[in-house]
């Protein structure tokens, strides 16, 4: 290729790309201002891990299926689902953690699961200052009464109204019994209480429920 047909090249090459770029360039803006603005997520957006305690049976099946072995789940002894009361029983849960260093919210975690107590949230973003932050531990944030992530900017005191809101609307979809199911699944006494009491056929529920 000659000298002009050089120039006619580069030239080619730079309007293709602007065809691109350039109508951006005079497009409606749409950055969204976030975190002071709320960010826009699709029902189907696969955030950060939903996971209810109360109801996992510590079978590893996830753990097993994460392609990256991310998942550590530990437990006392055998739990099994009471589908009555709709909670596990039998051991306690002793940990169960997702590293998110390493996570790719692929999902086939939540595919296999048999009590379906852990899903794919719609929380997109778990800031921190240290990775090892972002090693989730959810047996404390049951302890908390979440069940999921909170990054750190929304604990800051000063942070954007919606916010409020939204910790309002997570809260909102747990009750207080729930809640004391979640803070007991990992005390082993109780969970051997509860199913001492289911052994010899009561199915009444424990106290507090
Ligand atoms: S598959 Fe479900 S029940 Fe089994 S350990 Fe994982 S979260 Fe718990
Ligand atoms: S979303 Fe995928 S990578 Fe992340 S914990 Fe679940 S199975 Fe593992």
């Known amino acids: 290729m000659g000298y002009f047909g050089t120039v006619y090249q580069a030239i080619k090459t730079i309007c293709v790309g602007l065809r691109v770029t350039l109508p951006y360039s005079f497009g409606r803006t749409v950055v969204?201002?976030?975190?002071?603005?709320?960010?826009?997520?699709?029902?189907?957006?696969?955030?950060?891990?939903?996971?209810?305690?109360?109801?996992?049976?510590?079978?590893?099946?996830?753990?097993?299926?994460?392609?990256?072995?991310?998942?550590?789940?530990?437990?006392s002894g055998p739990r099994k689902y009471d589908k009555d009361r709709r909670v596990a029983v039998g051991g306690a849960m002793t940990a169960y953690t997702i590293d998110y260093n390493m996570c790719l919210f692929c999902g086939l975690c939540t595919d296999g699961c048999p009590t379906e107590c852990i899903h794919m949230g719609n929380i997109h973003d778990a800031s921190c200052y240290d990775r090892g932050d972002l090693v989730v531990d959810y047996i404390q944030l049951a302890k908390q009464g979440r069940r999921s992530v909170q990054p750190i900017w929304m604990k800051k005191p000063q942070h954007a109204a919606w916010v409020d809101d939204v910790d309002t609307v997570w809260s909102s979809q747990i009750d207080a019994a729930r809640r004391q199911w979640m803070a007991r699944a990992n005390d082993p006494d109780y969970c051997k209480s509860l199913a001492e009491t289911q052994a010899v056929g009561g199915k009444e529920g424990a106290k507090g429920e």
């Open 32 to 75: 969204t201002q976030y975190p002071d603005v709320p960010p826009t997520v699709k029902p189907q957006t696969r955030g950060f891990h939903r996971y209810e305690i109360e109801r996992c049976i510590a079978c590893e099946i996830c753990a097993k299926a994460c392609p990256v072995d991310c998942i550590t789940v530990k437990k």
